[in-house]
Each structure stands twice: as structure tokens, then as C-alpha cells.
């Protein structure tokens, strides 16, 4: 079979051209905005700038690039770059918009393109085809990036470069890339930890001789300082105020929304706790109001930044030891992935004020690990379900309810056919019967959404509970992953690394460990809870 | 792992059906006719607010000649089910007289959702089943092909999710008929053939061929009693289905008479605007339409529509074969839009949809022809601002079928360096003129000789194709017989 990457790729163009004139949300505005400061403003005031609500709020290389989008933006629209027009939203505007996502797609299938090289997945092979339908058709992408609006797959397909550089061994490339996409949008902090174990084992202490490995960690330095000074030195006398608009802890532990994260279940627990103890509501804000802020809990503690990053950085530390214990580079590529893929989820469920489409960084990981391993497979399709499932509350218009559920099904659909076509004989594909009840239980919320609240007159009176819900059914599975696949990455034994995938053979033994394991994690977990 | 590809492929489907709906629609914001889309709402209020025996009737509150209902029951059937879903859901959609022109996202949405609906329930399932009884009987590898050229045909799409109109659910019943019909199951086929033809009279198109097969099976029975048996029984079939669906208006024969007079107006001229058929072609050379009266012109179509529907289906009468059937269903239907009386450019649907069934006989000759329809609607999608999803759509299907799907599985046509060489520049020649249609205005001397070039060129391809069709049926029995 062969693998048609570039039609794959002109195909999923057309798509992201057909849903152009899909609504857009107020990211849109925000980048719209962002056009206009960097056009019409000196470069001192683009983090003083406050007309609008969406300040800017990313780091300097993103406003850069909205510099220089702005002067092709002033082409096709003058009105489009000026500050005080607000929520301006021409034709022109939305088209020029949309299609500058699209054109920027094309550095995600570069990235796709390179990691699947990287990776040795030769391109006529079922597996080329299947990570290049699933990264490239990527549902989420579509969601976020070419029907809510944000800029998500050119900074994805700049990570992709930034992974492959480092599978290619191409260490200082890898760290420059990895650098650059930061001052891009921070938030790719969350899995900056893999990154820097990986380079100081295998760059800086590859050789026993300390010298050299004092001068590989100065060369890494270096390296990796030139984006970070590139970017902050024209703002050196406002790095203060740069970073109180890209670090804002004022507004909460969760998003208005919340992210199907650990923190759903404790603010759910918490008003079910308040709720049964009678505890009379505070007047302030509550967590379900659906706005933007602080909040107290009414019975669990309170949660600080500190404690939130002190516990996501707390359950990194497994899987970064485990990384850093390897011994074989070749060995340890596949759990670098893992270790990518853990990070970003470890920072997803106790990050402070962690948006729902943050868990893209764990999703797109896994699609290069779905062809990778068959168990990796299993747990990509799980966290798919879930993942792409929790993004439905950024689509709420009613003319979009059918279309993302039909995008979404048909993105799962073709993930089962190509887990069922690319692992044929192996059982660990199959999902446990309880597994796959709750994944046929997703189904209740749009229909409780869409049938039952409506009939029953429960829109009125309860109009946040599906989101709710959603939160707290996908913060239940995105743990489950999280407890799980944590667990599998820490038991897979070195030998089964990428290059091996074909004779990696279902372990029992290993399966009951894990379970065992499972258990007494959880109920490290539960300890751990009430520690607090 | 087969029953996921499909699943996935339905949705996908779904999902293309869904993303061209967020497009406009015919006569969107232009008073005080407004589009197919307000004709189509006009229809739930009509049927919603009178009795039935006044939907068809000229009266103070049914002016039919803002937008009468002038298709058959079964469709007022479903509008009049539609208007009250939608008279539940907001009063002022459907009010009598006083919701004319009613447009807002709420009930844009609710229209879009109404064909999504049958899109789901009927037209996918449709092709669904026509698609794996056609393919059960062809090699098994190739068959997921032909479900993706099925349903992403942008014909359909364009015209019933972006235009706005309801063909999927009579296309959807005819194509399930064939499918019956193919599987030997003559009564299901039957009836679901009577309801498409109550649903669009336009489904005539396709009535020789069926009558024809189902006349033969029935003389196909062993013995004379089993022959009456056989016939009188579809005919039963056929016929209480129309007497229950036209019960309201069987009173008396006025009425019967008035509805009938509304299905087939004869006042209305050879044809709409430009249509890529014979006469319109014509027409460019010779002024028919001035020189001959309508009465005449009526009379002149029948004859040559006569004289090619009589030997296609007089030929399938004595070489009943499934083949044989699909191709007079197709050069069936394309001599009445080629030759017929009042063609609308949308009837080309009527000719794509039995060729989808020939997808896997004749693959480069049929897709080639399949992308010809699309293109031979343009001047109406531009007209109701749908450039941008016919261009794309068009792309899709072009990269999706002929480069990736069928290329895969070699076939022998497509190794034809010529015929692949030709249709190539077909289709670039004809995105060439779209484009050139759209950003070179046309002279003021000749304000339409963009859609008439399109008319043409369009034409040059359907009529090549019919006479495939015609040869394919007839020199390919000759051959089998020898053969035999």
C-alpha cells in the first residue's frame, strides 16, 4: 500500500478549507487583536496594551509572528489591524484568518512527516498510512485549531520537528527546536521535563569523561539559551510585566470549564461534600458560575499554584528516573515518547487553571505511539475516546452539535478499524468489558444534553450540568489512562523498545503485575489525597 | 475491522453533509421570492395551517403562485410532519401567510438538521445496502471503494445540504428499490419505488426500466398461474400505496385531476435557464424556443424521447440480466433529461444516482462522468454563493476516488494511458472554466456565455457517456450470447 502523505495532507487542507465558514469563538477576536498590537504599537507597549479584554498573553515569538502576519493582514484588510476595532470580524478577515491556520498546517506535515521518518516507519507501511490519517485528520486539531480558532498546528508540527531531531540524535537541532517552540507558547513547559532528562543522559553524559560532559552541558546552554534571548531581549526592560501576562495565577485553580482533570473530581467532591453537610453557600463566585476567577472550595482545602506545581512535578519524577536509568539509546526512545506523553498528562491533571485543550499534547504524542506498540495502541485509543470527547463544550453552537459528533465518530471508528488492522492477532488490544461499558456510556451525556434536559425542562434550571458532567466522566477516564499507562510505561522491560514491535509479544505476568500494582497505586493515591 | 471502516466512512460522510450546510442556501436574504429553501418551508406552513384538499388549491390563503406546492403527496406528507415539529419548536416558523421569508439561525439550523436527517435515516442507509448487495456479487477487495465514491458524490451533497432540497429521500427510495429489485426481492422493491415516486414525480425517469424487469420477472414464472399471480400482486402493491397516499384528494375527480395538474405544469417551456441538455445546445444554433410553439415542442420531445427509451427497454425486456438493468437505468433517465419536456439542471441527479451502481463495471467512465454532473450545475451553485464548497467538494472526490482509492486496486482502465490522459484534461479543462467563469466577467453581448459554454461542454460528455451506456448494453449482450 502506498502511503500518499501529501494527498493525505491536501486532502485534510480541503477539509480545514470547507469548515472556513464554521462559527469561530472568541479566539478569534483575541488573535484578531493580537494583529492589531503588533502592527499598529511599538514593540514596548505589546505587553502594556489593554483596549481589549485578550491582552496579549504569549510569549514574544508568537507576537512576532503576528507581526509579521499583520503585514499581509493590512493587505487584505487595513480594518482588520487597528486596536479599537473590536470583535471586527469582516469576511476578509475570517478568510485571511482561517487560511493563515491552514497555510501554517503545512509545518505540522513537515513535523509529521519527519517524526515518521525518525521513527524508521517505512512509507508504504500500514503504519505510515495510519499515523499520517490520524495526525493529519486529527480530530482535536480540527476542533481547536480550524473551527473554535487558535494557531495549535504549526507549534505541534514545530514539536514533531523538535522529537524527531532528538530520535535522529541530532541533540543540539532538538534543543534549539524544542527552545524556539517554547517562545512560541509556554505551555509546552508542560513536557519541557522529558526533554531535559533525555538530553542531559544521553547528550551530556553519553561519555563517562567528565570534561566532556562539561563542555556538552555549556554547548547545551547555549543552545538553548539563543531562542530564550532572542525572543525576551528586545522586552529586557519589562520582563516583569512580560511575565505577569504570560504567568496570570489570578484566574484560578480551573477554567470556566473545567478541564476533565484531577481537579473536576476534587471541586466535584467538594460541592457533593457541601452539599450533603449542608454547608451554607458562600455569596462569592462558584466554581459553575462560568466565569473567569477565583473561587474558595466550600469544604476541601484550598489549593495554592504552589501545591499544584509541586504536585505535578511530584508525579513526573517516576517516569524521569525511569528515563534516566536507561542504559541503550535505542532502547529508550520509545519511553522518551512515554515520558512525553506522561509529563504533559501529569502537568494536565494538577496544573493550576489547566485548559480542556491542553490534553492535545498528550493525544498527538500517542498517535505516533498507536503504531508503535500494540498496548501503547490500547491506551491511545482509550485516552482518544475521552480526550476528544471533552473538547465538545468549545463547540456549543447549535449548527455544529451534529458535525462534531459526526467528526468525532468517524475519527474514533477509523482508530478502532486500524487498531483491529494493524495489531490483527494480539488480545491486549481488546478492552476490558467494564472498559468498553464505560466507553458506550459517553453516549448518555449528549443525550441527556440534547433529549432529556430539554423535555424535562432541566436546561433552565440546571444549564451547566452537561458540562458537568462531561468534565467529570472524562476526568474519571483521563486518570484511569493516567494511572494506567503511567504504570505500563514504568513495567515495560528495556527490551521492548520500537525497533522490536513486531516480535513484542503479549506478557501475562507482566498484565497481572500491573494490576496488582494498579491497586496498591491507588490506594497510594487515595493516601496521598487525604495527606493533603 | 470492516464494520468500523463503514462506520467511520458513514460519519465522515455525515460529516462532509454537515459542513457544507453551514453554507447558504438557495435565495438566502433575497426577497420577496426567496429560494427552494422558502419554497420548501412554504410547504410546512401550507400544510400545517390547511386540510389537505386546499394544499393544492389556488385559494385567498394558498397562493400558488408564490411557491405552490408542486410536487405529490408523500412530499406534503413530509412537510406537513416538518411544519409541526417546527410549530412546536417556535410558532412564528410556520405561521400562516405571515412567516413568508422567515430566516434566522434557529431556523436555518432546523432545515439543515431536517436533510441531515434523511441524509441518516434513509439516503446513507440506502446506498449502504445497494452497496453490499452489489458488491457481493464482485471480488470482495475492492469493495470499500466503491462505498466511499457512493457516498461522497458532491452532486447530492451540494445540491440537497448546500442548495436546499430533499432529494436524498426519493433517491434514497429508488436506490433502495434497485438494491431490492437486484436481491429478488420484487414486492419491497416495488412499493419503495411507488413511495420515491410519490415522493418526486421527477422519479418517472426511472419507471420503464423497473416496470420493464418487474413485467419480465413475472413472465419468468413457470407456469401461467404463477405468472398472474406474480403481476397481479405488484400491481396490487403499486396501486394501494398510491390510493393510500392520494386519499384525500380521490374525492372527486376535479381534485384528483387539480393535483395532477400541479405535478405536470406544461406551461412552464422546454427548460429553465441553461441546462446542458439537447435542446438547450440546440438552441444556440437555431432559436427553437421562437420558432416552435410549446404545444409543438412538447410533441417533438415525446417523439425523441420515444424514439431511445423504446429500444433501450424493449432490448432489457429480452435480455434480463442485472447488468443490463443498471445501464438502461442510467441511458433511461439521461434521454429524458437529454431530450425531455421542462428539464431543470438539477435532474441530472437522476442520472448520477443508477450510475453510482456502475461505479465498479465501468469506474473511469462513470467517475469521469459523475464529476461532469457537478460541473454541469455550476452556474446555480454560484448563484447561491456555494463556489467555495463545489471546488473543494469537487477536489475531494477527484483526489479521494481517482488517486487514492481506485489507483490502489490497478485497474485496467485506469492502466489505459489514453482514456486516463483524457480524463484528466476533462477535468482540468473544466476546473479551468469555472475559474475563468468566475473572475472574467462575461461580455456584455453575450451575458450568458459562460453557463452556456458549461452547458455544452457538459453535454459533449453526457452524450458520449449515454452512447456508452447504449453500446455497453447492447454490444455486451451480443457478446455474452456468443459466448454462451
Known sequence: MECHFWKIFALSSAVKILLIPSPHSTDFEVHRNWLAITHSLPISKWYYENTSNWTLDYPPFFAYFEWLLSYAASFVDPQMVVVTNLNYASTATIYFQRCSVIIMDLVFALGVRRSLRALKITQSSPQSFAAAMLLLFNVGLLFVDHMHFQYNGFLFGILLLSISFLLEERYLLSAFTFATLLMFKHIFLYMAPAFAVYLLKFYCLDSKCARNAIICIVKLAVVGLTPIVAAFGPFYNQIDQVFSRLFPFKRGLTHAYWAPNFWALYNTADKVAAKLLRIPSTTGPSTTSGLVQEFEPQFLPNITPRTTFVLTLLFMLPILIKLFAYTSKSESKATFLRAVVICSCSSFMFGWHVHEKALLMCLLPLCLLFVLHSTDATYAYWLSIFGYFSLFPLLHQSCVLLLRYALYLAYVAFMYGQLANLYPNERQTKLHALEKLYTVGCVLIPLYEHFISPLLHLDEKLPFLPLLLTSLYCGLAVTYFFIRYYLHALAISPSASFTSKTNFKPNTTTTKTVKAKDNSKSKLFKSKLKAQ | ?484
Not at chain 2, 319 to 327: A, D, I, M, P, S
Not at chain 2, 372 to 394: A, C, Q, R
Open chain 2, 1 to 484: 475491522m470492516i464494520n468500523a471502516n463503514i462506520l467511520a466512512a458513514i460519519s465522515a460522510a455525515i460529516a462532509v453533509r454537515a459542513i457544507v450546510s453551514l453554507n447558504s442556501y438557495s435565495g438566502q436574504g433575497k426577497p420577496p421570492m426567496y429560494g427552494d429553501y422558502e419554497a420548501q418551508r412554504h410547504w410546512q406552513e401550507i400544510t400545517t395551517n390547511l386540510e389537505p384538499k386546499y394544499w393544492y388549491r389556488n385559494t385567498s390563503e394558498n397562493d400558488l403562485l408564490y411557491w405552490g406546492l408542486d410536487y405529490p403527496p408523500l412530499t406534503a406528507y413530509h412537510s406537513y410532519l416538518l411544519g409541526n415539529v417546527a410549530g412546536k419548536y417556535d410558532e412564528s416558523f410556520v405561521e400562516l401567510t405571515k412567516s413568508r421569508g422567515v430566516e434566522s439561525d434557529a431556523h436555518k439550523t432546523f432545515m439543515r438538521l431536517s436533510v441531515l436527517l434523511a441524509d441518516v435515516v434513509i439516503y446513507l442507509p440506502a446506498l449502504l445496502v445497494l452497496f453490499t448487495v452489489i458488491v457481493n456479487q464482485q471480488n470482495k477487495k475492492s469493495m470499500f471503494v466503491y462505498l466511499i465514491a457512493m457516498i461522497l458524490y458532491p452532486g447530492q451533497i451540494l445540491i440537497d445540504n448546500g442548495h436546499f432540497q430533499y432529494n436524498n429521500i426519493s433517491l434514497g427510495f429508488f436506490l433502495l428499490a434497485i438494491a431490492a429489485i437486484c436481491k429478488e426481492k420484487h414486492y419491497v422493491g416495488s412499493f419503495v419505488y411507488t413511495l420515491a415516486l410519490n415522493y418526486k414525480q421527477m422519479e418517472l425517469y426511472h419507471a420503464f426500466p423497473i416496470f420493464i424487469y418487474l413485467l419480465r420477472t413475472c413472465f419468468d414464472q413457470k407456469s401461467f398461474s404463477q405468472k398472474l399471480k406474480k403481476f397481479l400482486i405488484i400491481a396490487t402493491i403499486v396501486v394501494s400505496t398510491f390510493v393510500v397516499l392520494w386519499l384525500p384528494w380521490l374525492g372527486s375527480l376535479d381534485s384528483t385531476l387539480e393535483v395532477v395538474g400541479r405535478l405536470f405544469p406544461i406551461g412552464r417551456g422546454v427548460f429553465e435557464d441553461k441546462v446542458s441538455n439537447f435542446w438547450c445546445v440546440v438552441n444556440v444554433v437555431y432559436k427553437i424556443k421562437n420558432k416552435i410553439s410549446n404545444q409543438q415542442m412538447a410533441m417533438l420531445c415525446l417523439g425523441v424521447t420515444a424514439a431511445f427509451v423504446l429500444p433501450i427497454n424493449v432490448h432489457l425486456f429480452f435480455n434480463k440480466r442485472k447488468e443490463t438493468f443498471l445501464l438502461s437505468l442510467v441511458s433511461t433517465a439521461m434521454t429524458f433529461y437529454l431530450f425531455s419536456f421542462q428539464v431543470h439542471e438539477k435532474s441530472i441527479l437522476l442520472v448520477a444516482a443508477p450510475a453510482l451502481c456502475l461505479l465498479n463495471s465501468y469506474p473511469l467512465e462513470t467517475l469521469w462522468f459523475l464529476e461532469v454532473t457537478v460541473f454541469s450545475m455550476f452556474p446555480l451553485f454560484v448563484k447561491d454563493g456555494l463556489e467555495m464548497p463545489f471546488f473543494v467538494l469537487l477536489f475531494i472526490y477527484h483526489i479521494c476516488v481517482k488517486d487514492i482509492v481506485l489507483k490502489e486496486y490497478n485497474y485496467r482502465q485506469f492502466k489505459n494511458r489514453v482514456m486516463t490522459a483524457l480524463f484528466s484534461t476533462s477535468v482540468y479543462s473544466m476546473f479551468i472554466i469555472a475559474c475563468v467563469s468566475l473572475f472574467a466577467p462575461a461580455p456584455a453581448r453575450y451575458p450568458h456565455i459562460w453557463s452556456l459554454l458549461i452547458s455544452v461542454y457538459s453535454f459533449v460528455h453526457f452524450f458520449l457517456y449515454f452512447c456508452f451506456c447504449i453500446w455497453q448494453q447492447f454490444v455486451n449482450s451480443f457478446t455474452k450470447i456468443k459466448a454462451a
